[in-house]
């Protein structure tokens, strides 16, 4: 059974950048659509971003589009999430998730009952 777990998290100036990473282990991993998610306090958790088995297809919440960029290398079992110009509003927890179905993306990419498999989360905090 996969697992995952995220890193890089921390804390950053408004208009700043990180970048976290999502490892897997103990799973299948090539053949599925990653996902980020994040979760604020007292808000729900909500989609970030996707991208497809291949690397060849992403996807994006409008709320970081063209700030936020995903990506994957299957050779170390990771995905990444590079974050630029950040906002204070992109404070919270985030997670990495891998679909429950294979080479599938559909329309539920956005929805967290599609995905299966859930890291612990890393803190991303950003000060004005």
């Known amino acids: 059974q996969v697992q995952l777990v995220e890193s890089g998290g921390g804390s950053v100036q408004a208009g700043g950048s990180l970048r976290l990473s999502c490892t897997a282990s103990g799973g299948s991993f090539d053949n599925y659509l990653m996902g980020w998610f994040r979760q604020a306090p007292g808000k729900e958790r909500e989609f970030v971003a996707a991208?497809?088995?291949?690397?060849?297809?992403?996807y994006y919440a409008d709320s970081v589009k063209g700030r936020f960029a995903i990506s994957r290398d299957d050779a170390k079992n990771t995905v990444y999430l590079q974050m630029n110009s950040m906002k204070p509003e992109d404070t919270a927890d985030y997670y990495c998730?891998?679909?429950?179905?294979?080479?599938?993306?559909?329309?539920?990419?956005?929805?967290?009952?599609?995905?299966?498999?859930w890291g612990q989360g890393t803190q991303v905090t950003v000060s004005s």
């Open positions: 998730a891998r679909k429950r179905v294979a080479f599938n993306i559909g329309s539920d990419y956005p929805k967290t009952a599609s995905y299966g498999y």
């Open positions: 991208i497809n088995w291949r690397g060849t297809n992403t």
